[in-house]
C-alpha cells in the first residue's frame, strides 16, 4: 500500500492487527515506508501493566528496546509492554531485566512479540 491507497505520513503500523510496529515514515504512490519504535533512540510512552507504571520506552535498534525504572518498581521476564494511551497496543514481553547492586535503577530489555522479518503482511491504520 501506498500514497495512492490513502496511506499518509504518521500512521501507525501493525502486526496481527494490535501489535504496534511503528510509524509510516514515508508514502510513495505504491509503497510506504515504516519507522519501526525499536529504531535507535526512538521513544515510546508505554505503561507496565501490573504495576500500572508509565515509562518511556527507548528503541536501541534490531528490534529491541529498554525501560529504566527505579529498583523498588516490581516487574517480571515475560510481563507485557503496553503503550500509554486510551486504546492501549501491546509492543512486547520482558525478556531481561539487568541491575547493578550499587544502582538504584533497573534496565528492562524487550523486543516485539514476532520477528518483524517473517511478516507478510502489516495493518496500517487510516486515521
Known sequence: SGARDGVKEGMPVFAFGNVLLGYTADALPDTAKIKLISS?????????????????AMGRGGENMEITLPKAIKTEIGEQIMT????????????????????????????????????????????
Open 40 to 56: 535507535f533512540k526512538e521513544e515510546t510512552n508505554v505503561v507496565l501493566p501490573l504495576s500500572q507504571t508509565p515509562a518511556i
Open 84 to 127: 500509554l494511551g486510551k486504546q492501549p497496543f501491546l509492543i512486547g514481553f520482558i525478556e531481561k531485566i539487568e541491575s547493578q547492586p550499587a544502582d538504584p535503577f533497573q534496565k528492562i530489555i524487550f523486543r516485539f512479540p514476532a520477528n518483524i522479518q517473517q511478516l507478510n503482511e502489516v495493518l496500517i491504520l487510516k486515521k
